[in-house]
């Protein structure tokens, strides 16, 4: 049995595996948000032994997928920056390698996905695969020639980080100034609109300025006043589409994939504004065509599958070595 884990800043799941990669069951639970080094790591083991049973003695390996950034050789998820108790590294292994002795595969949840969604799509012929999820954060993975690529610490593809405006209008949740994620995942888009309106970019007397003044506005709520017609919403959606389009385009021109999955609430929320205003943009800022560009074979478990199969791969990997 293979043991999966996934760990986002709100929810966390759980997934039992067989040896040949099929999931038996899953479970959710959320992600503490204060404590987070101690109540995380231990709901993690509470929510694994859940979903495990009597099985728990029979794992043979488990695959940890989480947010980043993190430091994969230790275990650690590095101050992340979507978590609400801010600045502070969660040992995430800490408790759960005390009540289980397997090998440990710890790797950011957006290469996690990458990974299973490239085996899932394997019978098309794929060698080279993006993942890019846009939700409450915007994350990436990248298969290249069937190898993830992780980088020295396991963050290789943070995708949500590339800039996408050397003035620095709005400031990352990690404090880069510009980041593609700090204008379009779903946490910041109400900051962004808050400020557009300040300055005078968007439309005022909408319905958008009143959510937003009565501190009621989310980024599902922007886009449901975008297809309602509001003027406010118009304007800050116009605005977000180029921003969408250039992070898009960046991922694509520098690996070459030749399918793009393309997840996460925000964009599974909201397929016909992309269709209809991104992805036609995206041409604009390509140097490279435009790869096929699909929705994830997992949905929202492709993190989890995918932290299971690296564990199962290393496994027999090693057999081999």
């Known amino acids: 049995m293979i043991l999966g884990i996934d760990v986002g800043a709100t929810n966390m799941r759980a997934g039992l595996f067989s040896g040949d990669g099929r999931l038996i069951r899953a479970k959710m639970g959320k992600t503490p948000q204060v404590n987070v080094q101690e109540n995380v790591p231990r709901a993690l083991v509470e929510l694994s ?34 978590i609400a108790e801010k600045g502070v590294d969660i040992p995430i292994l800490s408790h759960i390698r005390r009540e289980l002795e397997v090998d440990y595969y710890h790797l950011n949840d957006c290469n996690a996905a990458a990974y299973g969604e490239w085996w899932a799509m394997m019978n098309r012929g794929f060698r080279n695969l993006i993942y890019i999820t846009i939700s409450s954060g915007i994350g990436g993975g990248v298969v290249d020639n069937g190898h993830l690529i992780l980088g020295k610490q396991g963050n290789g593809a943070e995708v949500g980080h590339i ?117 036609p943009r995206i041409d604009r800022y390509l140097l490279l065509d435009k ?31």
């Open 49 to 82: 032994k859940e979903v495990a049973g009597e099985q728990w003695s029979s794992i043979k390996a488990c695959g940890v997928a989480t947010i980043g950034p993190l430091d994969s050789k230790r275990g650690v998820i590095l101050k992340a920056p979507n």
């Open 163 to 279: 800039i996408v405006d050397v003035q620095g209008y709005m400031k990352c949740g990690c404090g880069g100034d510009g980041h593609w994620e700090a204008y379009c995942s779903g946490a910041n888009i109400p900051v962004l609109a808050a400020k557009l309106l300040r300055d005078g970019r968007i439309r005022r007397g909408t319905e958008l300025e009143r959510e937003l003044t009565e501190s009621r506005l989310d980024a599902k709520r922007c886009f449901e006043l975008y297809y309602a017609g509001d003027p406010g919403a118009l304007d800050l959606l116009g605005i977000l589409r180029d921003y969408y389009a250039a992070g898009l385009a960046g991922v694509i021109n520098a690996f070459d994939a030749e399918v793009l999955v393309l997840g996460g609430a925000i964009y599974l929320g909201n397929e016909e504004f992309f269709n209809r205003e991104v992805i």
């Open 291 to 321: 790869p096929e560009i699909v929705k994830p074979v997992h949905g929202d478990l492709a993190p989890l599958h995918g932290a299971a199969l690296v564990a199962r791969d290393r496994i027999e990997a090693a057999r081999v070595e």
